[in-house]
């Protein structure tokens, strides 16, 4: 099993709510960081683990993956061969 740092594109379910001059960013309930608006140009600001790059939002997560193994019936083995 080998661990591997994978980016997610997730713009589309990105939420932003507008408070004290600021949009506030949420993915699901959680925020994940805002957007500053002021005349000299918005500035935004993430959570560690996500990215804003070419209008889009990105995610970086950690996942598992098991390139080597197969699944074969081998019958008294359980399978693994």
Same mark, same amino acid.
């Given at each position: 099993?080998? /661990?591997?740092?994978?980016?997610?594109?997730?713009?589309? &379910?990105?939420?932003?709510?507008?408070?004290?001059?600021?949009?506030?960013?949420?993915?699901?309930?959680?925020?994940?960081? &805002?957007?500053? /608006?002021?005349?000299?140009?918005?500035?935004?600001? /993430?959570?560690?683990?996500?990215?804003?790059?070419?209008?889009?939002?990105?995610?970086?997560?950690?996942? %598992? %993956?098991?390139?080597?193994?197969?699944?074969?019936?081998?019958?008294?083995?359980?399978?693994?061969?």
């Amino acid at each position: 099993m080998v /661990l591997e740092q994978k980016r997610l594109e997730v713009t589309g &379910r990105i939420v932003g709510k507008l408070a004290n001059g600021e949009v506030q960013l949420f993915d699901e309930n959680e925020q994940i960081g &805002r957007i500053l /608006l002021n005349q000299s140009g918005n500035i935004v600001e /993430l959570k560690n683990g996500y990215a804003q790059e070419q209008n889009k939002i990105y995610k970086y997560v950690t996942v %598992t %993956t098991s390139p080597d193994e197969k699944y074969v019936d081998c019958g008294s083995e359980s399978g693994w061969c």
